[in-house]
């Protein structure tokens, strides 16, 4: 697909050990929950007690009733009482199960969905220069993908690795205490188990890293091929396409071969072990069993190493399986704690005070400014001094990278200049809260991007208190009311991911509309380039005089009638105003602007 | 506990069938692996016997002094453990092997019907829902197959002589097991099935969740502009709660459930004890075969969780192998002729009356459209957003077929044409140059692969490509695409001009190639355009009427149908639609639209 989603699988296959630091910060945001956990490490803890008590009691069945029976009655009775307590505990297993699972999952859950909820919150503080050098994949996977990495660890990983270890350890104690010799025998299969397992753990994981990215690249071959399908066909290359991806695909088996082959060695591999230690059971717990006293071994004891040994293999397993999750919720953790770390750069002074209701007044006085990945012996907008009376028309002129678009991100306060000032009815706009500055903004950008929802809820989305009738006012006002009603569902027309239902055009007219309905004092307008047909075009213009009626309006211009009917045209080259006047005191000067108003003249 | 990721319609064999149809072109692996598999679950069941029979025995010793060599048996129990450990280090590759090579197949298949599809397929289906197609579903469909050739089978014989030696042993202890057992596998199925739909549910929810982080992320300057940050932290906390909600309420009737189908199974062990012991007492049974049957329901044990998945597997893969054949078997494929053109000259297009309806659209997108382009013409194709212009050139070289009437190529009706010849001899440039992740030799030799370098230049030279090219750090060999350099709007056009240059097509179609260019850049290219039409018959879509005044035709359609024909300055005089359009277009040049 595109070098974002490459590079996200690439992210995705980062791994970190989980370090003091995040484990502490970790163990913070069970702040609120630490009674459930609390629940759940004892409710675990009986749960295991319940599982190493099947055995024993087997164990005990076997030795006390059903070898060297002397009262077959009192044995019976015996061996009733013990599948009575094994009855029991089954029924002890099942509600410490079900509790266990609930608490185990409503914490991790919950945690991580608070969390969630703060990264969400951060991101939305952010300030836009963090959006500019962060590719939006990464923002997104940090609320997703990162997140959900480490809900499973934590929900399901956390609990695990305490059984685990609680399991080997009773496991090694129990049988311990059954003889101590046939322990240590049967537990020289433990360390090749483990070191085995870590072994082939690492081994697969490798392995999986490359699968993946074989995979990444198959993906992205077959989506250029669906995107470009047109093309593909239109020249008759799906043969040769074919081929490619054959290849391809060849390399990517092999690499699936690789993985596969040393799974396939492990699983075999942890069954012969096991078989093993079932074996020096019989082998050597057998010979105990005939020696005398002191080191004899009852048969019930014999029976239950074999079902306890076979205890061992399923947590190793899991534990190796644990282990890479681990890995990976430690780099998705560390992602997020940078990105919960980073500070918004454009906040509320502590003393900021909102804007009252303006008049739409603005003032630049000797602005400097660069972005963070400006180059430092470099300004983006050098000196810029101008005023704009309230209700103006102000044009912004100039080539691609004069500085037209970073104009109007300081005015609208999404970055600070690095000099100088900017004022709003003469309200330093660094000194007043960014909310009611940008309640009383309207932008139009060329992105003309809309919201999934509704029509309604997306001319709403300015100023959600706008009642319906507000809404189709303004709407009537710029003359979108009659196109919406043509819609499907008029108003209630559903509104497809980034507005894709909708023509160029049309998109654009919402925009327009979205804009008017918010009411602002000041205006800011990005005029688009793309072609939409004339109807389209003639509407959006008339659209466009109603919506500038009366307002500042800020218009980085691409049409020619635009920049005639404007009160004010600033022309900039490299950051600096170069000329300044109106359309007729320009043209006369026969300077900068006279030449790139040439230009769009001399073409229809 | 993971969540089955995908939609899960009806429960459809045929498109199973499909699937196992990819896996039987391996009959012979397929038998192997299967006979592996049996031998391993064999091998298995024999190790139960040998722990069993070394305790009674043991116990015989105890009780009669009869002899007894503990190593023995230790000895039988690890060449046992061996074999199942080779078996099974051959099996697993067998196994792998056979559903990689499947997989590949299916991908294939896959790969080449995407690119085959019919336009009308791709104008319905959007390209994210192809690629999951193409990369999650068949992943599923890998779970099917293992699970078909393993876990199916491996359940299956492993319950049946699981209860048969149990049975064997003591046919109490068997019927008793049986009762836990019967209840277990039917109530495991039937609450995989019933909880299905709400894991699904919970991963909608998230998908859901996740599109409001995207669009937040996407539109984070509408959202700063109108100052909505509180109210979209609102909107996701909602999304969040219904989800975190959601989950557990799942979560909470998993627990409900599937930890009660363990609980029902798990009552065999007393039951074993219970009767066993009973059966013991009365000298009935020796101990050990009583710690045998354990053993066995152990093994068991180990097993009915994958019942649930299994279940779920054949959930998952149902819907996605119905996703996946329904690409395979697209119904709307265009079928190839089998006629060979000439290649040389510009082609005489002929279209007899031809009306077009998408499929599934109702609506006639052209009617009866008569028109006929003599060899080496340029025919400029004008009128308002939706008259049908992009419809009439895509159906020459056939990405769509007509409802009614004829095209026909050099006399020839184009369905009668090998369709690959066909799309060759017809050249197109598109308002948007689709360029791939490849060299800028390659993207230009894209429709001739076998061109030689000196080729290529020259085409990227005629269609003054080279100068920007050679700019380059790397020239030629530059990588272009999504994946490297992006290029500008006119440079994608240029290099769409060469490659139609070095393809030297007979029909050329340009289907508003200069529209999403600037006023200078389109200018600039717009001599460049007309040159590569010289020698072919050309169709020229054009918002911009002052493009296309060399053409020797000009058809203005109007909701599908042919209004006015006739030259240029014909239909500049003549004072219909085309009179207008030209009028309103001039007029705005005085106005000033850059």
Known sequence: MSTGEDFLLEEALDQKP????????????????????????????????????????????????????????????????????????????????????????????????????????????????????????????????????????????????????ITLVGVFCIMLSYSWRLCLVVSVVLPPLIVGTFFFQRLIMEAHRQVRRQSSRLTATLAENISGVRVVQAMGRESENLGKFQELHGVYVERAYDAARIFHTYMPTLGLISGIGVALVLGYGGSLALQPAP????????????????????????????????????????????????????????????????????????????????????????????????????????????????????????????????????????QATVESLHRQLGIVTQENFLFTGTVLDNLRFGRPEATDEDVQEAARAVGTDELIRQMKDGYATKVAERGGNFSAGTRQLLCITRALVARPRILILDEATSAVDSKSEALIQSALDILLAGRTTFVIAHRLSTVRKASQILVLQHGRIVERGTHESLTAAGGVYAGLHAEFARHV | MNAPASPAPAFRARNLLGVLAFLMRYRGSVALAIVLLLVNIGLEMTLPQVSGAAINNLQKALTHQAAFTPWQFA???????????????????????????????????????????????????????????????????QEFLFACLFLGID??????????????????????????????????????????????????????????????????????????????????????????????????????????????????????????????????????????????????????????????????????????????????????????????????????????????????????????????????????????????????????????????????????????????????????????????????????????????????????????????????????????????????QRLAIARAFLLDPRILILDDATSSLDAKTERLIQEDMRRVCLGRTAFVIAHRLTTVQHAEQVIVLKEGRIVEQGTFAELARGGGLFCELFREQLADREGGRA
């Open chain 1, 18 to 165: 989980m370090n003091f630091y995040l484990l502490r910060r970790l163990f913070a945001l069970t702040r609120g929950y630490r009674l459930l956990v609390a629940a759940n490490v004892g409710g675990t803890l009986l749960l295991l007690g319940s599982q190493l008590l099947g055995p024993y009691l087997i164990r005990t069945a076997i030795n006390s009733y059903l070898t060297n029976i002397s009262s077959p009655a009192a044995a019976m009775r015996g061996v009733e009482w013990i599948a009575g307590c094994y009855f029991a505990n089954l029924l002890l297993g099942w509600a410490l199960t079900v509790a266990q699972v609930r608490t185990a999952l409503t914490i991790g859950w919950r945690m991580m969905n608070d969390l969630r909820l703060q990264v969400f919150e951060h991101i939305q503080a952010l300030s836009l220069s963090y959006f500019d050098k962060t590719h939006q994949g990464r923002i997104i996977n940090r609320a997703d993908a990162d997140i959900d990495a480490m809900e499973q660890v934590l929900s399901w990983g956390a609990n695990q690795l305490l059984a685990i270890s």
């Open chain 2, 155 to 492: 359940i299956t014989f492993a319950v049946v002589i699981t209860m048969v030696m149990i049975t064997i042993t003591n046919w109490k202890v068997g019927v008793a097991a049986m009762l836990t057992l019967a209840p277990t596998m039917g109530l495991i199925a039937f609450f995989a099935r019933q909880l299905y739909p709400r894991w699904r549910k919970v991963h909608d929810l998230h998908g859901e969740m996740t599109t409001v982080i995207q669009e937040n992320i996407a539109g984070v300057r509408v959202v700063k502009a109108f100052a909505r940050e509180g109210d979209e932290i609102a909107k996701f906390r909602r999304h969040r709660d219904v989800f975190v909600r959601t989950t557990l309420a799942t979560v909470s009737s998993w627990a409900n459930r599937v930890p009660f189908t363990q609980f029902i199974f798990n009552l065999s062990t007393p039951l074993t004890l219970w009767i066993g012991g009973r059966a013991v007492i009365a000298g009935a049974m020796p101990v050990g075969s009583l710690a045998k049957i354990v053993f066995y329901l152990l093994g068991l044990g180990n097993r009915m969780g994958a019942i649930g998945q299994f279940v779920n597997v054949l959930q998952n893969a149902s819907a996605s192998s119905e996703r996946v054949m329904e690409v395979l078997e697209d119904p709307l494929k265009i079928p190839s002729g089998s006629r060979r053109l000439s290649t040389v000259g510009g082609a005489v297009v002929v279209f007899d009356k031809v009306s077009f309806a998408y499929p599934g659209g109702g609506r006639e997108v052209l009617h009866e459209v008569s028109l006929e382009a003599k060899a080496g013409q340029t025919i400029a194709v004008v009128g308002a957003t939706g008259a049908g212009k992009s419809t009439l050139v895509h159906l020459i070289p056939r990405f769509y077929d007509p409802t009614a009437g004829a095209i026909r190529i050099d006399g020839f009706d184009a369905r009668e044409l090998d369709l690959v010849e066909l799309r060759r001899s017809v050249g197109m440039i598109f308002q948007e140059t689709v360029l791939f992740s490849a060299s800028v030799t390659e993207n230009i030799a894209y429709g001739r692969p076998d061109a030689t370098p000196a080729q290529v230049i020259a085409a990227a030279r005629a269609a003054h490509a080279h100068e920007f090219i050679t700019e380059m750090e790397r020239g030629y060999d530059t990588v272009v695409g999504e994946r490297g350099v992006s290029l500008s709007g006119g440079q994608k």
């Open chain 1, 295 to 430: 080191q004899r071994i009852a048969l019930g004891d014999l029976t239950a190493f074999i079902l306890y040994v076979q205890m061992f293999f399923g947590p190793v397993q899991t534990m190796g399986d644990l282990y890479n999750n681990i890995l990976s919720a430690g780099a998705s953790a560390e992602r997020i704690f940078q990105l919960l770390d980073t500070k918004p750069q454009v906040i509320d002074r502590v003393q900021a005070t909102a804007l009252p209701v303006i008049a739409g007044e603005v003032r630049f006085e000797h602005v400097c400014f660069r972005y963070e990945t400006t180059p430092e012996d470099r300004w983006v907008l050098d000196d810029v001094d101008f005023a704009a009376e309230a209700g103006q028309t102000v044009a912004l002129v100039g080539h691609t990278g004069s500085g037209k678009t970073s104009i109007i991100s300081l005015l609208a306060r999404f970055y600070e200049p690095q000099r100088g000032r900017i004022l709003v009815d003469g309200h330093d706009i660094a």
């Open chain 2, 75 to 141: 000895e039988v129990f690890i060449a046992l453990a061996v074999a199942r450990a080779a078996v099974g280090l051959v099996l697993g590759r067998v196994r792998n092997r056979l559903v990689q090579a499947t997989l590949k197949d299916i991908r294939a298949a896959y790969f080449d019907a995407v690119q085959r599809l019919s336009f009308a397929y791709h104008d319905k289906t959007n390209t994210g829902e192809l690629i999951s197609r193409g990369t999650a579903d068949i992943s599923r469909l």
